[in-house]
């Protein structure tokens, strides 16, 4: 079982930056792939980025390409969440999650193939 803690949220002024974490806990962090997603208030959950086992393989969903970077370092079981260029649409609760992919490099954005999640946390842009 994989236990998943984010933080780095908080209020950020549009244009501005935000750095999240995500530490997982327990010694097969770099067995899973590692994908991130947020959910707005009044709208459903939705996927962000992901990435690989070995964090050579990246998703991004479009709405934030190019705005934002993923890594991981499986010595820490942590993987990072940086946004720039932010604007107050990106205000949401930011989950990460957790994928045993189905082959070494494959990377999934349907939240239902993630087995493991954290709890949030809040990233509020004002403009």
């Known amino acids: 079982q994989v236990q998943l803690v984010e933080s780095g949220g908080g209020a950020v002024q549009a244009g501005g930056s935000v750095r999240l974490s995500c530490a997982a806990s327990g010694s097969t962090f770099s067995t899973y792939a590692m994908g991130w997603f947020r959910q707005a208030p009044g709208k459903e959950r939705e996927f962000v980025v992901a990435?690989?086992?070995?964090?050579?393989?990246?998703i991004y969903a479009d709405s934030v390409k190019g705005r934002l970077n993923i890594s991981r370092d499986n010595a820490k079981n942590t993987v990072y969440l940086q946004i720039i260029s932010l604007k107050p649409e990106d205000t949401a609760v930011y989950y990460c999650?957790?994928?045993?992919?189905?082959?070494?490099?494959?990377?999934?954005?349907?939240?239902?193939?993630?087995?493991?999640w954290g709890q949030g946390t809040q990233v509020t842009v004002s403009s």
């Open positions: 999650a957790a994928n045993r992919p189905h082959t070494y490099y494959s990377l999934t954005a349907r939240s239902g193939e993630y087995e493991y």
């Open positions: 990435i690989s086992r070995d964090g050579t393989r990246t």
